[in-house]
């Protein structure tokens, strides 16, 4: 992220992701992955800023909003994050199942927004 | 008496015998005289006739064979053999004389006629020559005009699919639509390189513009544009940026001298890119693992990079050769270097990129974004991580501007302090809210708004937008749908029905 000003248009995306056009199913663009402990050495220098963000955050992060930080394709950072997952630099939550909103809440929730509308 | 008559006798007597005798001696001597004038007569006469032969014979055979000698260039011929009759005459000192003159006109007439003759075929010659020449520039002009036509109009097509195909990338999430897309834009940035490349062999100027790039997306971006790019080795290049007006340049021909490299080694070999800094120059370094270029294909190479073999578009070879062709010009042209040299560490060829210093930037000093992920991450205001979030989210939806990857940092920090003093407990619950609302945003506001400014400073926490609350609501709208068709009889679906 240092350096002068970007064109994100000049490095193409399949440069970006080492020429692989696949994600992973379970990787959407709402997907929130943390960082995992993993050197970084080694990893493409697109992957890199995607590790930076994590060094700068120190919780998850979505998907989407990884592209948006990095100005780069949702598709491209959906591929990035795949193979970092691949190679073990980031994971999926763990337990995040099991802490889904009380059902009662979301009723609540639901109730207000019908009044509001 | 008698005496005297005697004497006067004999006086007269006397005196005509002397006159008698006086005669006879003159004409003795005129006869003599007269005998000497005709044996000179006789003998110019023999001389005439010695002389007319001689002449004749000279007009006949000598004169002819003195020619013919003059002609043949042989030396002096057989000479005249002059008569005896007029030895010591100053003729015979002409006569004889006389082919040695004759040969020696004939050479001279003939030497001043081939003379002439070589002036007017040499004038012959150049006057071909330029017309030659003449019509050789008339014709790499027409060629050049050809291929500048056609090539601008490849590249500005080209440049314009590659724009089109970006924007797709952006717009389609599906797998499908993104591995098609790709494969266009690979292909469109393939004909790019080629198309440019022929424009500036046609004498144009690069026509993309960008701004000053580092290093690292220069290579990205040369890699981009070649076939086989996946086999290339390169690390992280620091801060080293090029100047605006020569990235296209520098990318375009490191682009080829990839292209070189991948074509020249095999398929399974990586190519690497390496950066050495020195004083007065970056070095761009890209080795190799392929077969060395011999001698005479490096000889040729260097020729034309130093730009003796490379004007004339007329004279291309096949693509690879009209690559360093291009970047010998662009070398040119923009004050950088190109270097070749075998072999290298792997046996291979190693092609160096020399960029002078004043085609360099230093790094802008503090780029927005880095400052702001780091400044913003240990203190994100907001009542509590939530909070965070939520101005996070809409710093996100407002903007896509690497100051909101800096709060979204700055906000997700939050949660994982929370973590280290909750034991665990928080850490987990908080992912799947935020991503709610951050995913929620993404889709709803896609369209880049405003911009914000970069500052360091996170923006404030605020209640969230109506249309945050509406997208909340169609979701949970749906989730209800969901559940409903696959539990009609469910008791949840029917308390939600009640309510």
């Known amino acids: ?117 | 008496m008698i005496e005297l008559i005697v004497t006067a006798a004999a006086l007269p007597a006397l005196a005509g015998a002397g006159t008698a005798w006086h005669f006879w001696r003159k004409s003795d001597r005129a006869e003599r005289q007269a005998e000497l004038l005709r044996g000179h007569n006789d003998r110019l006469t023999q001389q005439l006739v010695a002389a007319e032969q001689c002449v004749g014979h000279l007009a006949a055979t000598v004169v002819p064979a003195a020619v013919s000698d003059g002609r043949s260039r042989g030396g002096q011929g057989a000479g005249l053999v002059v008569p005896p009759h007029l030895d010591g005459t100053p003729l015979a000192e002409h006569l004889r004389a006389l082919p040695g003159a004759v040969t020696a006109a004939v050479q001279e007439v003939r030497a001043q006629e081939r003379a002439a003759a070589v002036r007017a075929a040499e004038e012959a010659r150049q006057e071909a020559e330029l017309q030659v020449e003449k019509v050789r520039q008339e014709s790499v002009g027409v060629a050049r005009a050809a291929v500048r036509g056609f090539a601008n109009n490849v590249v500005a097509r080209a440049a314009r699919l590659g724009r089109a195909v970006s924007q797709g990338v952006r717009r389609h999430v599906s797998d499908e639509a993104y591995a098609t897309l790709v494969e266009i834009d690979h292909l469109a940035q393939q004909m790019l390189l080629t198309a440019s490349g022929y424009a500036v062999l046609a004498g144009d100027k690069l026509s993309r513009r960008w701004p000053a790039t580092t290093l690292t997306d220069i290579v990205q971006a040369a890699m981009g544009r070649i076939e086989g790019y996946e086999r290339i080795k390169h690390p992280e290049m620091g801060s080293v940026a090029v100047e605006g007006r020569a990235v296209e340049a520098v990318v375009h021909t490191l682009a080829v001298l990839l292209d070189n490299a991948l074509r020249y080694s095999p398929p399974s070999a990586s190519v690497h890119v390496s950066l050495e800094q020195g004083h007065h120059a970056c070095f761009l370094i890209v080795d190799d693992a392929g077969l060395r270029m011999d001698d005479e294909r490096l000889l040729w190479a260097s020729d034309v990079m130093s730009g003796k073999q490379r004007d004339d578009i007329t004279r291309l070879g096949a693509h690879p050769q009209t690559g360093l062709r291009v970047a010998s010009v662009l070398a040119e042209d923009y004050g950088f270097r190109v270097e070749l040299t075998a072999p290298n560490i792997y046996q291979g060829t190693r092609a160096m990129l020399v960029l002078p210093k004043h085609l360099l930037t230093s790094p802008a000093p503090a780029a927005p974004a880095a400052s702001a992920s780091r400044s913003a991450s240990p203190d994100a205001p907001g009542s509590g991580a939530q909070g965070a979030v939520d101005s996070a989210s809409q710093a996100v939806a407002g903007s896509s501007s690497p100051a909101a990857a800096g709060a979204i940092a700055g906000a997700t920090e939050r949660p994982a302090t929370a973590a280290t003093s909750g034991d665990g407990a928080g850490p987990a619950a908080e992912p799947p809210a935020r991503t709610a609302s951050g995913l929620t945003v993404r889709k709803r506001s896609k369209a880049p708004a405003v911009p914000r400014s970069t500052s360091a400073e996170p923006p404030a926490a605020g209640p969230g937008r109506p249309a945050i609350a509406a997208a909340w609501a169609e979701g949970t709208r749906r989730g209800r749908r969901d559940e409903t068709s696959q539990t009609p009889a469910g008791h949840d679906a029917a308390h939600d029905e009640g309510n």
Request: aromatic share 2%.
């Open chain 1, 1 to 117: 992220m240092t350096g002068p000003r970007r064109d994100p248009d000049m490095v193409r995306p399949y440069v970006r992701t080492g020429g692989q056009v696949r994600a992973r199913d379970d990787v959407r663009p709402e997907s929130v992955v943390v960082a995992a402990n993993a050197p970084t050495e080694g990893l493409s220098p697109d992957a890199r800023r995607v590790m930076r963000l994590f060094a700068g955050a120190g919780g998850g992060l979505a998907v989407a909003d990884i592209a948006a930080a990095l100005e780069l394709p949702p598709s491209t950072v959906r591929i990035l994050v795949s193979s970092l997952m691949d190679s073990g630099h980031l994971a999926a939550p763990v337990a995040a199942a099991g802490h889904q909103p009380d059902f009662d809440l979301l009723q609540e929730v639901l109730r207000g927004l019908r009044s509001m509308v």
